[in-house]
C-alpha cells in the first residue's frame, strides 16, 4: 500500500504567488489519490449507485453511499 504522505503544515500555503498547487499539497493529495478512496478505513465496501455520493454515517462513522 502506498505511504500516506501527513497534512502539510498550517503555515504551507496550498497555492503559489501563480495560483497554482504547492508542492507539499499536490504530494499530499497525490498519496491519498494513490491509496485510493475505498481503501480507507473509514469508507463502507458497498459500491455507491448511479448517482450517489459519498455521505458520512455518524452511527457507522463510515463514508457510505447516498443520494444527496
Same mark, same amino acid.
Given at each position: 500500500?502506498?505511504? #500516506?504522505?501527513?497534512?502539510? !503544515?498550517? %503555515? ?6 501563480? *495560483?497554482?498547487?504547492?508542492? @507539499? ?8 489519490? #494513490?491509496?485510493?478512496?475505498? !481503501?480507507? %478505513? ?6 455507491? *449507485?448511479?448517482?450517489?455520493? @459519498? ?14
Amino acid at each position: 500500500m502506498a505511504m #500516506l504522505k501527513p497534512i502539510p !503544515n498550517p %503555515s504551507v500555503p496550498m497555492v503559489d504567488g501563480t *495560483g497554482r498547487i504547492t508542492q @507539499a499539497w499536490f504530494e499530499y493529495f497525490k498519496s491519498r489519490e #494513490l491509496i485510493g478512496f475505498a !481503501n480507507l %478505513s473509514d469508507v463502507s465496501a458497498t459500491a455507491p *449507485g448511479n448517482g450517489q455520493v @459519498a455521505i458520512y454515517n455518524t452511527t457507522t462513522r463510515k463514508w457510505t453511499p447516498g443520494t444527496n
